[in-house]
C-alpha cells in the first residue's frame, strides 16, 4: 500500500521524504492551516524535488480556473481539494489535471464523486488536526484508489490498513515537532504501509 507524507513545510524534509521512499508528498495551501505555505515556496520546495515523485497540492479552489492556476503555480503534479463540486472536478480533468476528493467517510458522499476523482481521501473531524476516528467506517469499496488519512500514526496504522485501502496519509503522525518531520517516524510508517 502506498504511504503519501503530507504537511511538508521545508527543503529538508522533502529530501528527506523522497529518500525514505514516500509514495507521495503533500503541500499545504489552504488559509488556516497549521502548515500551510505561501505558493512561492512550495513551488521552491517542489522544484528540489525528483521526478518520480508526486507532489499534492492541498487546497481548497472556488473555481474550475482557480484550481487551474494553483496547479500551475505550484508545479504540483496532482490537487487535493476539499471543495469543487462533481462537475468541476470533471472539468479539471478533462483539461488533464488529477484531483484527489476530501470527502468524510460517508458512503453516500463517497458514491457521488468517486466517478469525478482520481482518488477519494477519506477524513473526519477538522482536516489537519491529525484526530483519529474508526477507521472500520471508511467505505474503501466505493473508489478502486481510496486513500485513508487523519490521526494516523505508527501505532494506530493496522486499523486503517485493515481496510485495503490505495494509500494512507499521514501529517503530524510522524513529526518531531509541529511541522517538521522525524526521520525516524517515516521510515518506520512506510515500512508498515509495505508491509
Known amino acids: 500500500m502506498k504511504a503519501k507524507i503530507c504537511g511538508i513545510t521545508c527543503l529538508e524534509d522533502a529530501a528527506m521524504c523522497e529518500e525514505e521512499g514516500a509514495d507521495a508528498l503533500g503541500f499545504v495551501h489552504f488559509l488556516?492551516?497549521?502548515?500551510?505555505?505561501p505558493l512561492?515556496?512550495?513551488?521552491?520546495i517542489i522544484g528540489s524535488?525528483?521526478?518520480?515523485?508526486p507532489k499534492i497540492l492541498v487546497c481548497d479552489p472556488k473555481s474550475l480556473d482557480e484550481a487551474s492556476d494553483l496547479a500551475n503555480r505550484s508545479g504540483a503534479d496532482v490537487l487535493q481539494v476539499y471543495s469543487l463540486a462533481p462537475d468541476v472536478l470533471q472539468g479539471f480533468r478533462d483539461t488533464g489535471g488529477k484531483v484527489i476528493r476530501a470527502i468524510r467517510p460517508n458512503r453516500a458522499e463517497a458514491a457521488r464523486f468517486a466517478g469525478f476523482a482520481d482518488a477519494l481521501l477519506f477524513e473526519t473531524g477538522e482536516p489537519g488536526t491529525g484526530t483519529s476516528y474508526d477507521y472500520s467506517e471508511v467505505p474503501t469499496d466505493c473508489c478502486p484508489r481510496s486513500i485513508i488519512a487523519g490521526g494516523l500514526r505508527v501505532d494506530n496504522l493496522d486499523a486503517a490498513k485493515a481496510k485495503k485501502p490505495y494509500a494512507l496519509d499521514v501529517s503530524s503522525g510522524v513529526e518531531c515537532t509541529p511541522g517538521r518531520k522525524d526521520r525516524g517516524l517515516v521510515s518506520e510508517f512506510i515500512r508498515r504501509c509495505k508491509e
Open 40 to 44: 512561492a515556496t512550495i513551488a521552491e
Open 32 to 37: 488556516g492551516r497549521r502548515r500551510s505555505l
Open 49 to 53: 524535488v525528483g521526478p518520480m515523485t
